[in-house]
């Protein structure tokens, strides 16, 4: 089953922002639709407009787009929750100080999606595979089709800032791909499917892919993680002051920040599919799918009361659950759970790194 799969069917605990977990929401009732349609006209009509058509303010993307509502309306949903920080979009979630709770945000965006008459495309095993084209090939084509409307630095204009940190690293390639070729209905975005060839469009999707922790294009260090159990951060460091924790469980993103700038001693699980570690993750941390042995991941681990802070998308869904046995079948009393997910780390401005795509993660 696919991995998103599973987390959908747990999508009140958490998972809400997941494409699947959207998709497989309870339909609208009337009644929630005209609050979603009401929330709207509150909070988002001012910038992408009374009817959806975007760029009223601050170059708000078109909400109408069928290529946009229906490559994956996980995105929509975490940019609204999230916003996206360097942009005027801020977030919306209750978590990060904003008005709504997750049940409203995906009522909105299963609203959108069903006033613009769009069904989400299916996603498969392979929905986050990386895209094998060629980034310095990919820049050249950025740089022929892209910038008018992007702008050399990816700053956005005309078109949507390609540039931030949020959207690249938490958006997958088929997302860029599906938006490429089919462009943005409604906006001046148009299709390539009949001006690029398949491989200069993998080009530049694996060119933006490239840019998702900084534009400027500087060599960057790939690295592929040792085993679990070598990989403590900071060896040599204290333990980390975590305080109390909240519901005995759940760590600030603040908190970790502050803990990993102090050069505290810990391990750091990313428990999400390994190929959303390549595209981007926390420096320092070591993939340890949810759906993993479970053996091998308790047998792999220090039992020195190392502290194990675990992460993940949903934005706890995952985290929680390896935590859960990582206590009850590890007896690992030292962990804990990044409470805002890596959407909310990359989305309050924390750095991430990128991991090695060229071969398989462990």
Known sequence: ????????????????????????????TDEAA???????????????????????????????SQSLLES????????????????PMGGYLNDVGGPLK?????????????TA??????????????????????AKVYQQQCVTCHGANGEGGTGTALSNPAMLALTSDRFLRHAIVNGRQGTPMPAFAGTLSPADIDNVTAFLRSRSTGWKADARELRKPPPLG????NPKGKPPDFGELKEGRYLSAAVLDRELKAKRRMILLDTRVTSMWQMAHIEGSVPAPYYANRAEVVSSLPRDG????????????????????????????NTAVLYEGIQGWVSLGYPVTAGDASKPAP
């Open 1 to 28: 089953m696919n991995p998103r799969m599973i987390l959908g069917a747990v999508f009140l605990t958490g998972a809400l922002f997941a494409g699947p977990a959207i998709a497989q929401a309870p339909a609208l």
């Open 117 to 138: 008459k769009v069904k989400p495309l299916e996603e498969d095993e392979h929905y986050f595979d990386r895209v094998a084209g060629n980034a310095a090939d990919g």
């Open 102 to 114: 997750r049940r409203d945000i995906v009522d909105l965006t299963l609203w959108l999606a069903e």
């Open 34 to 64: 005209k609050q979603a349609a009401r929330n709207y006209q509150q909070y988002c009509a001012l910038c992408h407009g009374k009817d959806r058509e975007g760029h009223v303010n601050d170059h708000a993307p078109s909400l109408r």
């Open 306 to 333: 190392t502290w194990i802070v675990a992460y993940c998308e949903c934005p706890r869904a995952a985290a929680d659950s390896v935590v859960k046995w990582l206590r009850e079948e590890g007896k690992f009393a």
């Open 72 to 87: 994956d309306p996980g995105t929509i949903g975490e940019a609204i929750g999230y916003g996206r920080p360097g942009t």
């Open 230 to 233: 070598k990989y403590v951060i």
